[in-house]
């Protein structure tokens, strides 16, 4: 697929890979949003795709990455956790629509046999360092983040760190690597985002994608 000559004639959507994905295709269906056939095509290693819609593309990028690709003007359009948008916090970055997919929670979680003061700095190993420290600043506790894109559960066990700051959904992985949750940090949902710019200079269109999301939500819940 190529793109128009003229990138102001396309409204771009940025997707994220992964289980928010998964929930939020029944969604763009229901919001009469249609990706070409490819997108559902494991093997191809395309980004960018066309829609039933002629000047809405969608690209499909890593879920941490979303809220960056639209805060940059990559995209106009996006749906990204509240995890990564609190994360980064962007003020570039305006959020119109909870779309209630992608539940989970960001929690703390430590091993069952800690016995540590907290009162002495703690490493805590965690993809969201800004959401720690301000958690922790806030109890007036002194951490060390431990900056890890995955695999943080296991830590702990090799000495790396304290405690983990990390989603938890079922609660399954902490259970499996002698965890145990403490902490309620943030109760999470994806949201549909937008670029402030591109929303005062596209809003016909961006303003029609919103409404299709709000038609489809609105179905959803009915």
Not at 46 to 64: A, D, E, H, Q, T
């Amino acid at each position: 697929m190529k793109m128009s000559d003229n990138r102001s004639e396309n409204i771009i959507i940025a997707v994220p890979k992964g289980r928010i994905l998964e929930e939020l295709i029944p969604l763009m269906k229901k919001a009469n949003i249609l990706p070409e056939k490819s997108f559902f095509d494991n093997k191809d290693r395309r980004l960018l795709f066309s829609s039933n819609i002629p000047w809405l593309k969608i690209i499909r990028v890593r879920s941490f990455d979303v809220a960056t690709f639209v805060a940059f003007g990559g995209a106009d359009i996006g749906v990204a956790g509240f995890d990564v948008l609190r994360e980064f916090n962007y003020p570039e970055l305006y959020i119109p629509i909870d779309l209630n997919i992608g539940v989970c929670h960001l929690s703390v979680a430590q091993p069952k046999n800690y016995n540590k003061n907290d009162n002495v700095q703690l490493k805590i190993a965690t993809k969201y360092p800004n959401i720690t420290n301000s958690y922790y600043a806030k109890k007036g506790i002194n951490v060390n983040c431990i900056k890890m894109n995955g695999a943080m559960e296991i830590a702990p066990k090799l000495e790396m760190a304290d405690k983990i700051v990390d989603l938890v959904s079922s609660g399954k992985t902490l259970i499996a690597n002698d965890l145990v949750e403490i902490e309620n940090i943030l109760d999470i949902t994806s949201h549909l985002v937008i670029n402030r710019t591109a929303f005062k200079t596209r809003s016909e269109k961006i303003r029609e994608i919103m409404i299709f999301f709000r038609e489809a939500l609105n179905e959803k819940n009915s």
